[in-house]
């Protein structure tokens, strides 16, 4: 596609459960980040892929929190055991080279949690 | 402790009329900043971006000035156009710090046709 694609748009989970929530690159793009966005913020960096690993994870929160890019394309971020307090918009983002500058944001996953 | 401040959480401004857009930093290892736009329902989109080498970067209608020694930069948008209106975040890199950018909380821009 021509864009960055996250799924899904919003997601509603309860409390305590397991959830994925998917990123499909720009085609090409060998740089992938996931930021989070709560109300009234701005992003909050989580991990950053440069090829299938995970280049810096300095950003998640605790051990909850995962994500897997297996193949250097499609990437997903695994959050166990949700509380309320993950809720938020969870944006992805690629580029061909590294920096911020060239990246090109998905329109965020809305998280909710129950 | 938000390394990244941006203290006007929104701003109206008459069409045709200057927008101007703040930003503080307090980590001064900061040398590389950024400013995205958003959309409601959309992802955050590159805008303009400015090394710490300089102290003003233009494109078109928007130019970023930086004021090393008081941690600052700022935004101005001329003209404005409604076409403006949305959620302008400043954001800031340092070499060391990876790919890890932070940003700041974002200021509302309403520009009034």
């Known amino acids: 596609g021509a864009g960055v694609s996250q799924t899904p748009s919003n997601k509603v989970t309860e409390k305590g459960k397991y959830v994925e929530l998917r990123c499909d690159p720009i085609?090409?793009?060998?740089?992938l980040y996931w930021y989070r966005q709560s109300l009234g913020q701005g992003p909050e960096f989580l991990i950053y892929?440069?090829?299938?690993?995970?280049?810096?994870d300095s950003g998640l929160p605790n051990d909850r929190f995962f994500a897997v890019r297996p193949e250097g394309s499609v990437s997903t971020l695994k959050i166990q055991r949700t509380e309320r307090g993950d809720s938020a918009v969870y944006l992805c983002?690629?580029?061909?080279?590294?920096?911020?500058?060239?990246?090109?944001f998905g329109s965020g996953t809305r998280l909710t949690v129950v | 402790d938000q390394q990244v401040k941006q203290n006007s959480p929104s701003l109206s401004v008459q069409e045709g009329r200057i927008s101007i857009l703040n930003c503080d930093y307090t980590?001064?290892?900061?040398?590389?900043f950024l400013w995205y736009k958003k959309y409601p329902a959309e992802g955050p989109t590159f805008l303009i971006s400015?090394?710490?080498?300089?102290d003003k970067n233009e494109d078109g209608r928007f130019t970023v000035f930086l004021n090393k020694s008081a941690k600052h930069l700022s935004l101005h948008i001329v003209p404005s156009q409604p076409g403006d209106s949305a959620v302008y975040f400043c954001?800031?890199?340092?070499?060391?710090?990876?790919?890890?950018?932070?940003f700041g909380p974002g200021t509302r821009l309403s520009v009034l046709p």
């Open positions: 983002a690629s580029s061909l080279t590294p920096g911020l500058e060239g990246y090109t």
């Open positions: 954001a800031a890199s340092a070499k060391g710090y990876g790919q890890n950018f932070v």
């Open positions: 892929f440069q090829g299938t690993g995970a280049a810096d």
């Open positions: 400015i090394s710490s080498i300089k």
């Open positions: 085609s090409g793009h060998t740089a």
């Open positions: 980590n001064s290892m900061f040398d590389y």
